[in-house]
């Protein structure tokens, strides 16, 4: 028998529906407001444990609360996924359909990309060829900037990832409807789109950034997983500081920003500030 949901766990359920996403620091904090404000037994670490008793109450709603790897950091991160619609149709009540059309080709541009990554341009350029009513260039650059601010995307100097929500959210519909160009990451074994890719015609591994940093770290002479060839890739350093949220710019690899003190973090949703209650 699953154990009851409580108080503390319905706050940490809203919490999270208000934000979209949570790294994993900032769930362990907030688990730990939510056991602290209702009076229950706070246990650093059965976090998991504790979320599984909401799936369970999640699952006849066909919802869920899912965690997944941010390409940039490598650090986890929480979604609330809606598990019966698995594409972009998902975002139908606050997008519409023309501006859908332009999400999915950003998609298509970003993921055909050996980079993981597509520039502004080609976005609006790519908005010139939807068969449904076209958007003008104002109106694209509006819909660029609130898929970054509702977290469907990242933005970075004029270039365009799909953020963790996105990759926590579509995959059953990224790893369905792009099969043939999606690969997985030769370490951790999730979609790689931010990465390194093995220089080797007859192999083409990817590893994520922040992989390549573990997996070679301390070795003097990196060579792929693989294959076994010299891995001539520069070795990533784990420039991010914990617990920041994916949202953020990360600085330059190599330069260190100082670390966010883990106290005082509020909830940040898609319409402005929610704090914990």
Not at 161 to 180: A, F, G, H, V
């Amino acid at each position: 028998m699953s154990p009851q949901m409580g108080d503390s766990h319905r706050r940490f359920l809203q919490t999270i529906m208000a934000n979209g996403i949570i790294s994993e620091r900032e769930a362990s904090s907030l688990y730990r407001h939510c056991c602290e404000t209702h009076k229950t037994q706070h246990t650093p670490d059965k976090l998991d444990e504790f979320i599984d008793t909401i799936n369970s109450k999640l699952q006849p709603m066909f919802m869920q609360i899912r965690k997944g790897m941010c390409e940039d950091s490598g650090h986890q991160h929480y979604a609330l996924v809606n598990t019966a619609m698995t594409d972009v149709t998902r975002m139908s009540s606050d997008y519409t359909d023309n501006e859908l059309e332009l999400f999915r080709k950003t998609m298509d541009l970003i993921v055909a990309s050996e980079s993981g990554t597509t520039s502004s341009t080609d976005i609006l350029n790519s908005a010139d060829t939807m068969s449904s009513k076209k958007l003008k260039k104002s109106e694209a650059e509006h819909l660029l900037n609130r898929l970054v601010h509702d977290k469907w995307l990242n933005e970075k100097h004029g270039e365009y990832t799909l953020s963790t929500r996105c990759i926590i959210e579509m995959e059953p519909y990224i790893r369905t409807m792009y099969q043939d160009q999606v690969k997985l990451c030769q370490i951790c074994h999730n979609i790689a789109f931010q990465c390194q890719i093995c220089d080797n015609p007859k192999c083409c591994i990817k590893i994520h950034n922040p992989c390549v940093a573990k997996y070679f770290k301390g070795r003097t002479e990196p060579r792929c997983p693989a294959c076994d060839d010299f891995w001539p890739h520069e070795i990533p350093g784990m420039y991010i500081t914990p617990g920041r949220s994916e949202t953020s710019t990360a600085p330059p690899a190599g330069r260190r920003r100082p670390a966010r003190a883990a106290a005082g973090w509020w909830g940040r949703a898609a319409g402005g500030s929610v704090r914990w209650r």
